[in-house]
Every structure is written in C-alpha cells, then in structure tokens.
C-alpha cells in the first residue's frame, strides 16, 4: 500500500541537541511538507517543496532545516535555535504543489525535551 | 491573508444525533475547501473536499457544501456514531499552500 512513513513516532531531545524526523514516501508525490501541531493551535506550515533539490520556508521556519535530495524523502532537522521544540509533527505531501491538491498525511512524530 | 475559522469545540453529541460543525473563510480568491480527520495519535485523513461555488463533498455520511455567498463550509453528518469521535480540520487551499483551521474535537457518547 502507498502512504507516507514517519519515524520515530516518539523523540526525545537533549539541551542543545539537533534531531532529525525521517519522512518517506512511496506515493510517487513531487511536492511534500512538513507542519507542526500543538494544542488549539491547529497545523503551522514550516517547510514545503516541490521538487527534489528544492525547498522553501513556511511560516515557521526558524529553528528548523530541511533537505530534499530524494524524490521520495524529506527529513526535518531540530536544531538547537528552536526553543520550544515540543509538538506533534506531521510531514505530508501532494502530487503537486498547489493549494487545490489534497495533501496525504503520515502518522506524526512526537517530540519531547528531556 | 487567507484564514480559516472553525466552531471552537470541544462539541459533544450522544450516538445517532446530528452533527454540524461550523467552517468560514476569508480569501482573496476563489480556493479549494477541504474537511480533514484526525484519530488520536494519528495524522490527518482527507474526509471531503469542494472545488468550486456550490460543490457538495460527501464522504462516510458526512457531507459540507460550498458556500460562496456566506464564505462557509459547514460540516454536516446525520446520524453520528462513536467511532466519529476525533478532531475535524477545515481547510483552504489557494496558491501554493492549504492553510487549516485550529481543529474542533468531536466526542460522541453511546
């Protein structure tokens, strides 16, 4: 079955500590996405692109860095600038960019700071 | 800029009432409206979504009509059962992104 794989699905971040969230997908999607959730606040864009090699920010984007060197991948990486870390995170993606293109979501990871 | 505003929750129903869930939009535009699903511990599942003035989606008893006069896109079902308890997005779509509403939880009692 096609989806999108999302790992770990719980994490765990030390004091000046970057991490990295591994999203994968076998959906054949050129674009993809990464968006954070808290309580009430809905979903915050932080990272989209539409093609390998090729990203742009959302509107949360500091503190965070992604890469795109695979059609099929897209890591997120936490770094130390992010002060408050601590969300549920969604990576997505769409057979294109476009904002009438329904986006598939995988099952999110959780990251805590120890 | 695009916004989306959805019924604060958390909305709580008995099994077989019926459900409405209240969605507007303010857009500059002529977007995309979709409806999301959330389980817990889960991603989002598209549940429905409309492309234009008018469109009716309709998924899994749920229905939402787009309402270009009242900028709106309730979200409607008729008989609800527990097994819909999770938490509803709505959604819009215009240029390159969606942006989502803050979510309203939906429990459904036996």
């Known amino acids: 079955d096609g989806g999108i794989t999302q790992s770990p699905k719980y994490l765990f971040r030390k004091e000046g500590q970057n991490v990295t969230l591994s999203c994968e997908q076998n959906l054949n999607h050129d674009a993809m996405y990464w968006y954070r959730q808290d309580p009430g606040q809905g979903l915050r864009l932080i990272y989209y692109?539409?093609?390998?090699?090729?990203?742009q920010k959302g509107d949360i984007a500091e503190g965070y860095s992604v890469s795109r060197e695979k059609k099929e991948s897209f890591p997120l990486t936490v770094t130390s600038a992010q002060k408050n870390p601590t969300a549920f995170y969604l990576c997505?993606?769409?057979?294109?960019?476009?904002?009438?293109?329904?986006?598939?979501f995988g099952d999110g990871t959780r990251l805590s700071i120890l | 800029g695009d916004s989306v505003t959805q019924m604060e929750g958390p909305v709580t129903l008995s099994e077989e009432a019926f459900l409405t869930i209240n969605c507007t939009y303010t857009?500059?535009?002529?977007?995309?409206l979709f409806w999301y699903v959330q389980y817990p511990g889960e991603g989002l599942q598209l549940l429905l979504k409309?492309?234009?003035?008018?469109d009716k989606g309709s998924n899994k008893g749920f229905e939402a009509t787009y309402r270009k006069e009242t900028t709106s896109f309730h979200l409607e079902k008729g008989s609800v059962q527990v097994s819909d308890s999770a938490v509803y997005f709505c959604?819009?779509?215009?240029?390159?992104?969606?942006?989502f509403g803050k979510g309203t939880k939906l429990t459904v009692n036996p």
């Open positions: 692109s539409q093609i390998v090699n090729d990203f």
């Open positions: 997505a993606s769409s057979i294109s960019l476009g904002g009438n293109q329904p986006q598939h």
């Open positions: 857009a500059t535009g002529y977007p995309s």
């Open positions: 409309a492309t234009k003035a008018d």
């Open positions: 959604a819009l779509g215009e240029g390159e992104k969606l942006v």
